[in-house]
């Protein structure tokens, strides 16, 4: 703090009141208060002006609501000035209002890469975590000739341009996943005839050489998720273990996952690793395993053999599942897991889903003792995960659509609901979106409602797949044509 404006102000005889306490008023003003309070007098400007009132705004009005804050990218607070401190505060808190507005307000939107090839679609779009929130990933298949492209864009530019693309044409392809650590040198790895690792080279001038081998394994699997240098898998043949994979050095299996009670066909449908555990939902099931390599009781070939700590069964199977861990300032500061957020769409005898959506949430099990390990009596998670709301979202017989879900809580979905502005239609989608919270409901804060946010709507039924960056607001939407859109709300 600047001691004279301290010093000042406590001994003014007019405004007696002491620093801290003006402190604890002010962190509890809108931020357009604290602003207009600049304009009071000399004092409070040179009080509004103070980097130690920013940093606590800062805490208080953005970190502990966990709210994200644009073009921050990790960087220390302890070297950032209070002007700095000041703008990522309103930065993040004009972003939190207009993200949750029922209508948002689109600051950007811009249309690229259109291809020239009939037949071509989205199948599969997500933004690069960190890195500067600047980069998104797209695979586009074409029917004929059958090929799958592979593209890194750089959307932070006034038209997002292509600065990666791989092409892949022969042998089998089985998609691609995305390290969630941005730290990591290894930031894609594809399913063909192998598993192939991949880094990209965002300095290479050629789009087509900027895709860098790392690594590979032998062999066809199915690929669910890549956190660091942990590659987990799941066995395509009859049997289907779920592996674990160190792809550091030269890639090995460390460890599988088998669950006994259950068909092992039974497909994975999302996954979360933490440090010592790891959570998987399965078409029916919610299992937690320790993921510590131990000796198996009757010596076999192979990888150590892990089975579930704990297991919860849905009454019914699942269509789609998105999973994602909470960010949480509290769960960080007390070093305790985070609530994790399943959105589920369930399955159904009809040809067509169900036309709701379920948010679940996994809660942290309140006698987990963090830095102890992970086991039958030392569990992170109630393995019943709790109904905390539906969600209306209908989807006509064959019409696409797709849910995308933010570490923040932030989950997007394209479905076909016209009625409340084009009334009953055989084609149309909105792009809707809602902030989840533990507890549900429709709670209101003074940054924005958690009701359902509109964000768009069309007459035709063109959307597939939506990606969604809560720290840079911004959402992307593919087509079936093989057209993305991108919208900025920051």
Not at 143 to 164: E, G, M, S, T
Request: glycine share 6%; charged share 20%; net charge negative.
């Amino acid at each position: 703090m600047d001691e004279i404006t301290i010093g000042s102000w406590d001994h003014s005889p007019s405004l007696p009141i002491p620093l801290d306490i003006l402190f604890d008023i002010i962190q509890h003003l809108p931020i357009q208060s604290v602003l207009a309070l600049r304009q009071a007098s000399k004092g409070f400007y040179a009080i509004t002006r103070l980097r130690s009132l920013w940093a606590l705004l800062l805490r208080t009005l953005v970190h502990e609501r966990n709210i994200p804050i644009p073009s921050f990218d990790g960087k220390s607070l302890d070297f950032l000035s209070a002007l700095e401190l000041e703008r990522l505060t309103r930065c993040a808190l004009a972003l939190r209002s207009n993200w949750t507005n029922p209508d948002p307000d689109a600051k950007r939107e811009v249309d690229f890469y259109k291809p020239v090839e009939p037949d071509s679609r989205i199948i599969f779009m997500e933004f690069l975590p960190g890195r500067g929130n600047r980069w998104l990933i797209s695979v586009t298949m074409n029917a004929q000739p059958r090929k799958y492209v592979i593209q890194c864009w750089d959307v932070a530019v006034l038209q997002p341009v292509c600065i990666a693309e791989l092409t892949h044409m022969e042998g089998p392809y089985g998609g691609i996943v995305i390290n969630d650590d941005p730290s990591s040198p290894a930031i894609i790895v594809m399913q063909s005839a192998l598993t192939e690792i991949l880094t990209i080279d965002f300095e290479e001038d050629d789009p087509e050489s900027a895709f860098v081998p790392l690594s590979a394994i032998d062999g066809i699997r199915e690929i669910h998720l890549l956190s660091g240098s942990t590659l987990v898998t799941r066995r395509a043949e009859k049997g289907g273990e779920v592996s674990i994979w160190d792809i550091s050095d030269q890639p090995c299996e460390k460890i599988q996952l088998v669950n006994p009670s259950l068909l092992q066909n039974d497909s994975c449908q999302a996954m979360h690793l933490c440090d010592d555990y790891m959570v998987i939902v399965r078409q029916k099931t919610v299992e937690l395993y320790s993921t510590i390599p131990r000796p198996n009781i009757i010596a076999t070939p192979g990888a150590p053999i892990s089975y579930p700590l704990a297991q919860h069964t849905f009454q019914w199977l699942t269509e789609t599942v998105n999973m994602s861990k909470q960010v949480s300032w509290h769960a960080a500061r007390s070093h305790h897991p985070s609530p994790i957020n399943i959105v589920i769409r369930f399955g159904s005898v009809y040809p067509w889903p169900v036309n709701m959506l379920h948010h679940f949430v996994l809660n942290p099990n309140p006698a987990y003792v963090p830095g102890r390990e992970t086991s039958l009596y030392n569990l992170p998670y109630l393995m019943q995960p709790t109904p905390v709301q539906t969600i209306g979202s209908p989807v006509r017989l064959f019409a696409p659509s797709s849910v995308a879900l933010g570490r923040y809580g932030t989950v997007l979905w394209i479905d076909s609901h016209t009625e409340d502005w084009a009334g009953p239609s055989d084609c149309g989608q909105r792009l809707a979106g809602r902030i989840l919270t533990a507890t549900g409901g429709f709670s209101t804060s003074p940054y924005g409602s958690h009701d359902t946010m509109i964000f768009r709507v069309r007459d035709d039924d063109l959307w597939n797949k939506v990606a969604v960056d809560e720290e840079s607001g911004r959402i992307a939407v593919g087509y079936v044509n093989g057209s993305i859109t991108l919208f900025e709300y920051s």
